[in-house]
């Protein structure tokens, strides 16, 4: 006689979920950013204009350097470099939403979603993506602006800082596009808030300081988001290394993150029907 052998099977080895959604996101934060390199148009401006008004800015307030209480800088060209930065963020994340909006008016974006591709991992790769080529073209302003007498005081460490806190600001503002993306669907319409970043922009600190202002313009500049951003890193730029500056930079711009991202995976959601 024969023993009848029950033969259990093997457990299924399964690849924990967010390995997947990290490959995959991966893959598509590549795909953002070959996608922008190869359309200047979405990333020229975001050098080229922060490069033209810096240079306009430093030629019409280069006595203002000399003011009592400005800070101690080499030149106003010195003074504004995080807010150039932070200029060519704005255009870097302002695609991030234009781009997935245009991926859902043609149809690529209902595609993907019908392929067995982790969901979570389109968000994480369209903002991802961003964010890397923010980083390397806050890297190539930092370069120029350092070979036209803007040095950063805190060095190479300081410089990659800066780069670091860039790239975390892109994903904080560019989840606010992708939010607006996802919920209407309209490049045209994603593209039409983006003014409104500018204008926080120069209602900040980004161009003067917030001592040397007056009225409401000082009262909003004070309590303004971007402020408590640029300050700190301009500190690095000025004074040299400060852990609390980088700390401070790195905190306030991961809040704004969580607000932005918060909003923009509840309009996924939304969009993906899921309850």
């Given at each position: 006689?024969?023993?009848?052998?029950?033969?259990?099977?093997?457990?299924?080895?399964?690849?924990?979920?967010?390995?997947?959604?990290?490959?995959?996101?991966?893959?598509?934060?590549?795909?953002?950013?070959?996608?922008?390199?190869?359309?200047?148009?979405?990333?020229?401006?975001?050098?080229?204009?922060?490069?033209?008004?810096?240079?306009?800015?430093?030629?019409?307030?280069?006595?203002?350097?000399?003011?009592?209480?400005?800070?101690?800088?080499?030149?106003?060209?010195?003074?504004?470099?995080p807010a150039s930065?932070?200029?060519?963020?704005?255009?870097?994340?302002?695609?991030?939403?234009?781009?997935?909006?245009?991926?859902?008016e043609n149809g690529?974006?209902?595609?993907?979603?019908?392929?067995?591709?982790a969901r979570q991992?389109?968000?994480?790769?369209?903002?991802?993506?961003?964010?890397?080529?923010?980083?390397?073209?806050?890297?190539?302003?930092?370069?120029?602006?350092?070979?036209?007498?803007?040095?950063?005081?805190?060095?190479?460490?300081?410089?990659?800082?800066?780069?670091?806190?860039?790239?975390?600001?892109?994903?904080?503002?560019?989840?606010?596009?992708?939010?607006?993306?996802?919920?209407?669907?309209?490049?045209?319409?994603?593209?039409?808030?983006?003014?409104?970043?500018?204008?926080?922009?120069?209602?900040?600190?980004?161009?003067?300081?917030?001592?040397?202002?007056?009225?409401?313009?000082?009262?909003?500049?004070?309590?303004?988001?971007?402020?408590?951003?640029?300050?700190?890193?301009?500190?690095?730029?000025?004074?040299?290394?400060?852990?609390?500056?980088?700390?401070?930079?790195?905190?306030?711009?991961?809040?704004?993150?969580?607000?932005?991202?918060?909003?923009?995976?509840?309009?996924?959601?939304?969009?993906?029907?899921?309850?």
């Amino acid at each position: 006689m024969t023993a009848a052998v029950d033969i259990v099977p093997e457990p299924v080895q399964r690849r924990p979920n967010y390995r997947i959604v990290v490959e995959q996101g991966f893959a598509l934060a590549r795909r953002s950013v070959l996608s922008t390199w190869r359309t200047p148009g979405a990333w020229v401006p975001g050098l080229v204009l922060p490069l033209m008004l810096a240079a306009v800015y430093s030629a019409q307030f280069a006595q203002a350097t000399k003011l009592p209480e400005f800070p101690p800088v080499d030149s106003f060209l010195q003074y504004i470099l995080p807010a150039s930065v932070l200029q060519s963020i704005a255009f870097g994340a302002g695609n991030a939403g234009t781009d997935l909006a245009t991926d859902i008016e043609n149809g690529f974006f209902d595609r993907l979603m019908a392929s067995p591709v982790a969901r979570q991992s389109v968000l994480v790769g369209r903002i991802m993506g961003a964010a890397v080529f923010s980083g390397l073209e806050s890297l190539t302003l930092i370069i120029i602006f350092l070979a036209f007498g803007a040095p950063v005081r805190s060095g190479i460490v300081g410089a990659v800082a800066i780069v670091i806190i860039a790239a975390l600001l892109s994903v904080a503002v560019g989840g606010f596009g992708v939010a607006v993306a996802l919920r209407t669907g309209s490049p045209e319409a994603t593209q039409s808030m983006f003014p409104l970043t500018f204008v926080f922009l120069f209602v900040s600190s980004a161009f003067f300081p917030t001592e040397l202002m007056k009225g409401w313009y000082q009262s909003v500049a004070q309590h303004n988001p971007f402020t408590f951003i640029i300050d700190p890193t301009r500190r690095l730029v000025i004074y040299g290394w400060s852990w609390t500056d980088v700390f401070q930079a790195i905190g306030v711009t991961l809040l704004v993150a969580c607000v932005s991202l918060g909003w923009s995976y509840r309009m996924y959601l939304r969009r993906l029907d899921v309850k």
